[in-house]
């Protein structure tokens, strides 16, 4: 099968409900902002930075207001570390750019690009789902349980005595870590939303190239990643994979880099990520 023949098969009817399911997952994701407009008291301003890495938000709003500043290269203003500007990240530069030419707010541009990219996610997890169930209920049913679909963390929220920990490190992932399921990535980032659809191209091209023996689309799509700066994790994870190396990252105290460890032979790629990330 092509990717053409993936996008053939999905028929009128598949398309309006991913239309339907994308506008049902952007209400949810509105919820909050309508609360918080409707009931923000007078001469006060509804700030929507909340839930998961609510601290990243405004770095990321920081970013796009750079931006609109007339900055292209970017610098964390979060932090007490030395640095020039030297970051270029190209979502960020689009989404600033967009907020700057139609003179939008940071929070009003970053809610547009979350809404606007929910169904480009959607239709590409269907094109994945599509090359494993031809049936097209299983590939209904599929798309649901991948986007709304999370842990058990939420029965240690209900149940526990002493949430929230002081550490959040000892809670499920599904409990703080926002890009690692498909909600809580539309919920919280455009960029975790842009990275997970191209992490699925990736992966929908590597399934392709390997039943057509092509290589050529995958090779384009990790290039496309690694080098535009979109995501750091997604970056060590698609480099790792495609040397085939089994990998744990780590933290260090601020959170701001990881450290990818890799067996001593593969010293040259751990030289070549630890430059990546710098």
């Known amino acids: 099968?092509?990717?053409?023949?993936?996008?053939?098969?999905i028929d009128k009817k598949e398309k309006l409900f991913i239309l339907y399911f994308s506008l049902f997952l952007i209400l949810l994701l509105l919820i909050p902002y309508l609360y918080g407009y409707f009931n923000?008291?007078?001469?006060?301003?509804?700030?929507?930075?909340?839930?998961?890495?609510?601290?990243?938000?405004?770095v990321y709003y920081s970013y796009i207001e750079q931006i609109k500043q007339?900055?292209?290269?970017?610098?964390?203003?979060?932090?007490?570390?030395?640095?020039?500007?030297?970051?270029?990240?190209?979502l960020w530069l689009f989404i600033g750019l967009f907020a700057k030419i139609f003179h939008l707010s940071v929070p009003l541009v970053f809610l547009l690009f979350q809404i606007m990219l929910t169904p480009v996610l959607l239709y590409l997890l269907y094109l994945f789902?599509?090359?494993?169930?031809?049936?097209?209920?299983?590939?209904?049913?599929?798309?649901?349980?991948?986007?709304?679909?999370?842990?058990?963390?939420?029965?240690?929220?209900?149940?526990?005595?002493?949430?929230?920990?002081?550490?959040?490190?000892?809670?499920?992932?599904?409990?703080?870590?926002?890009?690692?399921?498909?909600?809580?990535?539309?919920?919280?980032?455009?960029?975790?939303i842009a990275s997970s659809a191209l992490m699925i191209l990736i992966f929908l091209f590597s399934f392709l190239a390997l039943e057509n023996n092509k290589i050529i689309e995958r090779e384009l799509c990790e290039e496309f990643v690694i080098k535009t700066n979109?995501?750091?994790?997604?970056?060590?994870?698609?480099l790792l994979k495609k040397y085939k190396?089994?990998?744990?990252?780590?933290?260090?105290?601020?959170?701001?880099?990881?450290?990818?460890?890799?067996?001593?032979?593969?010293?040259?790629?751990?030289?070549?990520?630890?430059?990546?990330?710098?």
């Not at 700030?47 to 990243?56: E, K, V």
């Not at 970017?74 to 932090?79: C, E, H, I, Q």
């Not at 029965?155 to 690692?180: K, M």
Request: no cysteine.
């Open 40 to 58: 923000t008291p007078a001469e006060h301003y509804y700030n929507p930075i909340y839930g998961f890495s609510s601290g990243d938000k405004s």
């Open 230 to 238: 979109l995501q750091e994790y997604s970056k060590i994870e698609i």
């Open 129 to 192: 789902i599509s090359l494993i169930f031809k049936k097209k209920i299983k590939r209904k049913i599929a798309l649901v349980f991948v986007s709304l679909s999370s842990g058990l963390g939420f029965l240690i929220a209900i149940f526990s005595n002493s949430f929230p920990p002081d550490d959040f490190n000892y809670l499920p992932v599904d409990l703080w870590v926002a890009e690692g399921f498909t909600f809580t990535s539309i919920f919280n980032s455009p960029h975790f």
């Open 70 to 90: 007339g900055n292209f290269l970017l610098k964390d203003l979060y932090t007490s570390e030395i640095q020039s500007r030297q970051t270029l990240n190209i």
């Open 1 to 9: 099968m092509t990717f053409k023949e993936i996008i053939k098969s």
């Open 245 to 278: 190396i089994d990998f744990q990252h780590s933290f260090d105290s601020d959170a701001v880099r990881i450290t990818a460890f890799t067996p001593i032979e593969h010293k040259e790629l751990k030289e070549k990520i630890v430059t990546l990330l710098k």
